[in-house]
């Protein structure tokens, strides 16, 4: 299965953007690039996703590099409410099925 | 989008019972999805349960451990079997959004403790 790397944590000051990381050197071509995040005591919430371009909603950007081997995700001004662990993951089509593979997150600390 | 509602929201349990989560989704899914949060840990995946066929483990997780049930296309259970302390853990029921969106979407989780 393709893997993912994110730092473990990152410090954000409120109202500044933020630039999650994320290392996906084994992706395939059919794997789209997901983002989630992870509240306390909650279950994981789309945040976007993407396969090549780069997008936009109205929670973040999610930029793409070329190679597809990389992919940051952008808050474009963190409030204190984007305190959450960060996932990077792969949606990842094996044997005529697909699963989502999560990587190992990064916790945003927003700091007022 | 999905709602999906697991049950227990949280249990204690004895050592060498077993435990049976429900996850019940309110739209008809083809795929769904069971994983374990360890303690301060990321999610991993066990299994994936289709309708009207066995599920398919990862690597690490057997059905012995972990029987899964996928009676009808929005409900299904995990049991966890014979547990030890080791299986305390989080476990997460998902469904990937139908209309072929490829966003997930997660319950919130049965909290296990095993004492």
């Known amino acids: 299965d393709a893997k993912t790397t994110q730092p473990n944590s990152m410090e954000s000051n409120e109202e500044e953007p933020v630039h999650l990381p994320c290392n996906h050197s084994?992706?395939?071509?059919?794997?789209?690039i997901h983002w989630y995040r992870q509240l306390p005591s909650q279950g994981p919430e789309y945040v976007i996703h993407g396969l090549t371009s780069n997008v936009n909603n109205r929670m973040a950007s999610l930029a793409i590099a070329e190679d597809r081997k990389s992919s940051t995700l952008i808050l474009h001004r963190a409030t204190l409410r984007d305190a959450a662990v960060y996932y990077c993951i792969l949606r990842s089509i094996v044997i005529g099925t697909y699963k989502y593979i999560f990587g190992t997150g990064t916790r945003l600390k927003v700091l007022a | 989008s999905a709602v999906i509602s697991q049950k227990p929201s949280r249990d204690i349990c004895q050592r060498g019972t077993s435990l049976t989560i429900q996850c019940q989704v309110d739209?008809?899914?083809?795929?769904m999805f069971w994983y374990r949060q360890q303690p301060g840990q990321s999610l991993t995946l066990i299994a994936t349960?289709?309708?009207?066929?066995?599920?398919?483990?990862e690597s690490g997780f057997v059905i012995d451990k972990f029987p899964i049930s996928r009676p009808n296309l929005t409900f299904s259970t995990l049991t966890v079997s014979n547990m030890s302390p080791e299986d305390s853990s989080i476990y997460l029921c998902s469904v990937e959004a139908t209309g072929g969106k490829t966003e997930a979407f997660f319950g919130q989780g049965t909290r296990l403790t095993v004492v």
């Open positions: 739209s008809q899914v083809t795929m």
């Open positions: 084994t992706i395939s071509g059919t794997d789209y």
């Open positions: 349960a289709n309708q009207g066929s066995e599920a398919t483990y």
